[in-house]
Nanobody, 123 residues
């Protein structure tokens, strides 16, 4: 079965960096698109970044563009989210997800999800 496991979250100060990892198994990356989403308390889950597994084409939400970088390691079947210049508003549970789409930012179109990892940024 498909399984996605996130790791790398934690408590950091504003301006710090953090790298999240998402390890896939059970053919998780046979899906064409991998994405990162986040959900803060009292808010809807929102799109953060995505990458196509084969070509490595990336996309980002306006709120993280220039600060976050998504990448993948085909050998390790792992997708990463490098987060730099973190802000308190980046505080959220971050989720890794997979979709059988060319490109989408819509939560419901991602069919597999990890359990989430907490990222807390203090000021």
């Amino acid at each position: 079965q498909v399984q996605l496991v996130e790791s790398g979250g934690g408590l950091v100060q504003a301006g710090d960096s953090l790298r999240l990892s998402c390890a896939g198994s059970g053919g998780a990356f046979s899906r064409s698109l991998m994405g990162w989403f986040r959900q803060a308390p009292g808010k809807e889950r929102e799109f953060v970044a995505a990458i196509t597994w084969t070509a490595g084409t990336t996309s980002y939400s306006d709120s993280v563009k220039g600060r976050f970088t998504i990448s993948r390691d085909n050998v390790k079947n792992t997708v990463y989210l490098q987060m730099n210049s973190l802000k308190p508003e980046d505080t959220a549970v971050y989720y890794c997800a997979a979709a059988a789409k060319f490109f989408t930012t819509i939560t419901l179109e991602y069919e597999y999800w990890g359990q989430g990892t907490q990222v807390t940024v203090s000021s």
